[in-house]
């Protein structure tokens, strides 16, 4: 069965790091881009950061630009996020998905994603 696991998130202070790692199995995961979104109370799923297939592209909110990265280890079957000069406002429940893309994009659009986690938290305090 397919299962991909988040784990890393906790409690961080403003500033600070965090990595996210998502560890998939019952897919060929080299065949999927992966993609971080991310939940906070009371709002939609949003968009972080995605990569293809390969990793040879990352794509970002712009909220995230310049502060987070994303990569993949292929070998591993596992994809990451560092997060770095966190924000309160970054403080939401993270999910790594996994989708298929015909045209080779980095979709933004989570309903683009056929595979889920069931997240990890992520709270930054002031």
Same mark, same amino acid.
């Given at each position: 069965q397919v299962q991909l696991v988040e784990s890393g998130g906790g409690l961080v202070q403003a500033g600070? #790091? =965090?990595r996210l #790692?998502? $560890?998939? +199995?019952g897919f060929t995961f080299s065949s999927y881009n992966m993609?971080? &979104?991310?939940? $906070?109370?009371?709002?939609e799923r949003e968009f972080v950061a995605g990569i293809t297939w390969t990793g040879g592209? +990352?794509? &970002?909110?712009?909220?995230?630009?310049g502060r987070f990265t994303i990569s993949r280890d292929n070998a591993k079957n596992t994809v990451y996020l560092q997060m770095n +000069? =966190?924000?309160?406002?970054?403080? $939401?429940?993270y999910y790594c998905a996994a989708g298929l893309s015909l045209d080779a994009r980095i979709y933004s659009d989570d309903r683009r994603y056929a595979y889920w986690g069931?997240?990890?938290?992520?709270?930054? #305090?002031s």
């Open positions: 600070g #790091s =965090l #790692s998502c $560890a998939a +199995s993609g971080w &979104f991310r939940q $906070a109370p009371g709002k592209r +990352s794509d &970002f909110a712009g909220s995230a630009k +000069s =966190l924000k309160p406002e970054d403080t $939401a429940v069931q997240g990890t938290q992520v709270t930054v #305090s």
